[in-house]
């Protein structure tokens, strides 16, 4: 390992592969952890699961407790729904430049994912059988909108417009009733998407509100969005019960780049936040050296980060080679911040790794997919034999029965000899 940047380690991935298999196994999940319930998991697991029984029984006055616990001392179940003259009120305290780039936002994600929405293939046709694919709408999603360490108006818009475009005819809105849960801006959001059903509710308790009902907060069939473990593990209980997204927790980033370091010590000193910056770099970040591109981005795929951000000579043979990644942005006027804000995709992503095989939200996450068969007649009799066949050979005369019923005398069989 290279230590001549105290900010941040500088790895060879040559020579320093345990150390990198190390920051690989912190960022990604345990199965076993996560599935069982151990480890780390465990008490975090437990505290979910009493959140969800509680919110389960006693609905409102469990989502006020855990609301007074976490975020306002003051707060009262009449305090859940936020009304539209909230949101009017709100709308008139925020600066017409935000209001203005939260617009800019919602059309450009509307542009976007109206551009992405699955079209109608034709029919797959075969003599006598007609086999197609609908999507439709989700009745209900509920979105889940981070609100502990800053207001995010974004993920709200990066949440319902792709909702809102599927089709999807109820949304409901949720955020923690801290300060940044009630800001101004979030609530103004709320009114320029047009959402009615918002509610102040955070955390494990407010998925558990979403998936169960409460007097306040209605149920809904799918549950989406980003938040801490706990957000996360509240999803991962209920799934089944109520459709559920991926794992959308902490934020993170990778850099296929030629050269990083020096623009990581200008920047870091110039930022706001450089003294939380720092101790991310150096206690949760590396940068990986290796003279083969190619076996940086065999890692890259092994990171399947949220993130990835390509700047190399060569990006769009590197991009053809990446294929586990939330979001990816390409070139050096591609920052991630245009795709967190105002580009078209949603920023709300698979992380921990999960991109290896799970997607970002989309118009995707709120369709479904029905196939539809349609047979003739004839159609039917041409199939017929090779049903009755797989039928009787699972024991399912019931199936088979259904054949013969329709098909009567017309039964063909392979053999020229009837199947009676």
Known sequence: MTNDNPMIPVLQLSTDAQHIDQLLRRLRLDPVDTALNLGDRAKQSADVLAILSDVAKRGDAAVVDVARKFDDPNFSADQI?????EMHEAAHRVPTDQLAAIRHAIAQLREYQSHMMPRPKPPLMRDGVELGM??????SVGLHVPGGKAAYPSSLIHLAVP?????????????????YGRSDLMLATYLELGLTEVFRAGGAAAIGAMAFGTTTIPRVDKIVGPGNTYVQLAKRFLAGGVGVDGFLGPSEILTLADQVLKELDRQTALLSRSTAITKALNESSAIIIDPSMDKLIDLANRFAAEHVNLQTRDNDTVLTKLTHAGAIFVGPH???????????????????????????????????????????????????????????????????????????????????????
């Open 163 to 179: 909702a809102q475009v599927a089709g999807v005819k109820k949304i409901v809105a949720v955020s923690p009733p801290s300060k």
């Open 334 to 420: 591609s920052p991630v911040a245009a795709g967190d804000y105002v580009a078209g995709p949603s920023h709300c992503l698979p992380t921990n790794t999960t991109a290896r095989f799970s997607s970002g939200i989309s118009v995707y996450e709120f369709l479904k997919r029905s196939s539809v068969a349609k047979y003739t007649e004839q159609g039917l009799s041409k199939d017929s034999a090779a049903i009755i066949a797989l039928a009787n050979a699972e024991h399912l005369d019931a199936h088979a029965a259904s054949i013969k019923i329709r098909t009567a005398n017309l039964v063909p069989s392979p053999s020229g000899r009837g199947l009676g």
């Open 134 to 139: 609908r999507f439709t709408p989700l009745d």
């Open 81 to 85: 729904r936020i009304t539209p003259g």
